[in-house]
């Protein structure tokens, strides 16, 4: 999405030659005018046309505060090319995946009794968060929350006489009218290895059951041992016997206008692609139903965490505007504004999901308790899990691909 309003978001060469200019001018952020200038670095591409509204937003309300937003493509490198200088931006929002490894490094600030951390009533992922983190503090907020789950055309069900299934066999056997009506079940795109990634997460991630990773950490249990990871296995592969005919030669971006086109009539995704989709075909009827994965509804979970987390540099010259900054992105106008937006789900109680694709999974799957956090929540930036998955998905080997996890989860895995 191109940028909206008077700030366009820095690309990753202008923001490291402004860095550079910056240096050399000293590093005052000031200006001669007064004003306080502070950086927001945040991960999220898809969001960069919301982000701008809400710095004009708080730009207006916020008089001597001046916010510049950079986002840049592999943001986790760029990030820690930076704190390994010392040039930590005042204001970051991180992948959760990436927060353990920019956590340990000390430069957060802690973030405990403010306002922010006062406005999350989402408990469970502000301890997420917290366990990614450092002990005894809160060096990361919760920005939002997302869902991982599989987006569905309503028309193309309507025609088909389909309704979502909530059980493995039912959604099997979904996909496979599907197919005998001559169209595509699924879009896959195992192009990017971090979707390969995310189909695993959404079938382990009920089937493992909930102590699975307290119990790698401890030592008890390995992937290779695992009843649930063997069966994850099969189960991907059923999938990959339903896939349009090129899945690994399919990007998100191509996936998501793939969907948005009715190139097929299902899509294992997280709620944050529908943004992109709806760019592409601004009518397109999503529904969305929890990917199922058992014998009986009751024995899948709605996959669910931090879609981004907040946090401040611990060593910012412009701290008290930092966080003015987060507190107001966490106030309920803008949570309102940016979860509406990006398809996302509050922090906050006294924000409901307003959209009919995503309000069902707040009151039947997340205010229920009917949700776990993704498989590959604790591991570091550093794993290579994602590769691992796709090349699972290209070679079969379902023996060798288990022995990784382990071998993986071994040198990256948060103990």
């Known amino acids: 999405m191109a940028p909206r309003g008077t700030r366009a978001a820095m690309t990753a060469g202008t923001a490291l030659t402004a ?3 910056a240096g050399c001018a000293g590093g005052d952020s000031g200006g001669a005018s007064g004003t306080v200038e502070i950086e927001f670095f945040q991960s999220k591409s898809e969001s960069i046309a919301i982000v701008d509204q809400l710095i004009e937003e708080f730009e207006a309300t916020h008089d001597g505060i001046t916010v510049t937003q950079t986002s840049v493509p592999d943001p986790l490198t760029v990030l820690q090319s930076r704190l390994a200088k010392g ?5 970051l929002a991180m992948n959760v995946s990436n927060l353990n490894d920019i956590a340990t490094s000390g430069l957060l600030k802690d973030l405990s009794g403010t306002a922010a951390a006062q406005a999350v009533d989402n408990e469970g992922a502000q ?5 990614l983190g450092v002990p005894d503090a809160t060096v990361a907020i919760p920005w939002a929350v997302n869902a991982q789950v ?9 025609e088909l006489g389909l309704t979502a299934p909530t059980t493995w066999d039912e959604f099997i056997a979904t996909a496979q009218s599907v197919k005998d009506a001559g169209s595509e079940p699924f879009t896959f795109t195992w192009k990017d290895s971090w979707t390969a990634k995310l189909v695993f997460n959404s079938v382990a991630g009920s089937l493992q059951g909930p102590d699975f990773w307290s119990g790698l950490q401890d030592g008890d249990v390995t992937f290779a041992e695992s009843p649930a990871y063997t069966e994850t296995t099969e189960k991907l592969l059923e999938l990959k016997s339903l896939a349009q005919p090129d899945p690994f030669g399919t ?3 191509d996936g998501n206008v793939a969907f948005a086109n009715g190139d097929s009539v299902m899509y294992v995704q997280g709620t944050w692609a529908i943004p992109e989709i709806r760019a592409t075909n601004p009518d397109k009827n999503i529904g969305t139903f929890v990917l199922p994965v058992g014998d009986t509804a009751e024995d899948s979970v709605l996959l669910s965490g931090p ?8 060593g910012s010259p412009h701290a008290e505007a930092a966080q003015e900054f987060v507190d107001f992105l966490l106030g309920a106008e803008a949570q309102k504004t940016f979860t509406e937006d990006q398809f996302l789900f509050s922090v906050r109680d006294d924000v409901p999901s307003s959209d009919e694709a995503l309000t069902a999974l707040k009151t039947d799957w997340l205010d229920e308790g009917r949700n776990a956090m993704y498989p590959d929540s604790m591991v570091r930036g550093s794993s290579n899990m994602a590769a691992l998955v796709q090349q699972f998905l290209l070679d079969e080997d379902s023996d060798g691909f288990l022995t990784s996890l382990d071998a993986d989860f071994a040198a990256n895995g948060v103990k």
């Open 19 to 21: 860095l550079v200019l």
């Open 87 to 91: 040039d930590v931006p005042d204001v």
């Open 127 to 131: 301890e997420y968060a917290d366990e």
């Open 150 to 158: 599989v987006l569905y055309d309503v028309d193309q069900f309507a």
């Open 251 to 253: 990007t998100y971006d």
């Open 307 to 314: 879609d981004s987390v907040l946090s401040i540099a611990d």
